[in-house]
């Protein structure tokens, strides 16, 4: 790549959007189904919108077991994997999206939902090695302190390396493989500060629209309990998958953008 090279902003921050508006239709029945489902699954683990924030949860039948939420959580992102490899096959690779293609795919959605998981547990990452800073007891032998502090501090800078080879990701979607981690460690070389910044920009506007959806939904509560808790539901999951929608159209941008 050349010396010259200038990260392009603007296109990493717009084009995951316009890749949905340009595909407009299929991302309406893809998602609709998609949130559907989620709906589905919600009501089936009494893990809906409203039992997270109604005080008075009697109207409405909510579970707190650890075990089944768990449940829930995976089945929920299974089927979020679902819709990514359909919807990335779909626009990016052109597939025809059929039961010939669902059966031909199957293992992939597994593997891929797996990769998710893995994924998000990475991001995670910081969360954890915070709690564990937080929690320590205090050692007084200062060599094992600095040695703790400096193997678990690791954690906070994980999601920001993996952040510099998105690439990789979009190449292991495509063809289940990565590329050479020193190529692309070349080719995004000056380039994380722009990465970060038009990723940050991306994520902000996501989630400011996310966090306005769900606080209307928390704030205009109808009268009828049922029947909107069955609105908010699907709403919030809507919301939800267009978040990961923009996201994995952020990581197709960037290949795009370095191979270009």
Known sequence: MSDQFKYPILKAFSKPFWDVTDNLKIFGVYSFITALMMVVLAFIFHQTFLCSFLSDNSKITCSGNVVLYMVYVCLKILLLSVYLRIWYDKIYLQKNIDIKYIKQNFIRFLTFWCGIVIFLGANMLPIMSFYLLAKRVPNPVWQAELGYFTVVSIGFI???????????????????????????????????????????????????????????????????????????????????????????????????????
């Not at 509560?221 to 919301?239: D, P, Q, R």
């Open 158 to 260: 994980i999601p920001f390396i993996m952040l510099r080879f998105y690439t990789n990701l979009a190449e292991l979607i495509e063809a289940e493989r990565f590329n050479n981690f020193k190529s692309v460690a070349q080719k995004t070389a000056y380039q994380f500060s722009k990465i970060l910044f038009s990723f940050a920009l991306l994520m902000m506007t996501a989630m400011s629209l996310f966090l306005v959806v769900t606080g209307n939904l928390r704030a205009h509560i109808g009268t009828n309990i049922y029947v909107y808790n069955l609105f908010a539901e699907f709403t919030f999951e809507w919301s939800f998958i267009l978040i990961a929608t923009l996201f994995i159209n952020f990581i197709r941008t960037q290949k795009e953008i370095f191979e270009s």
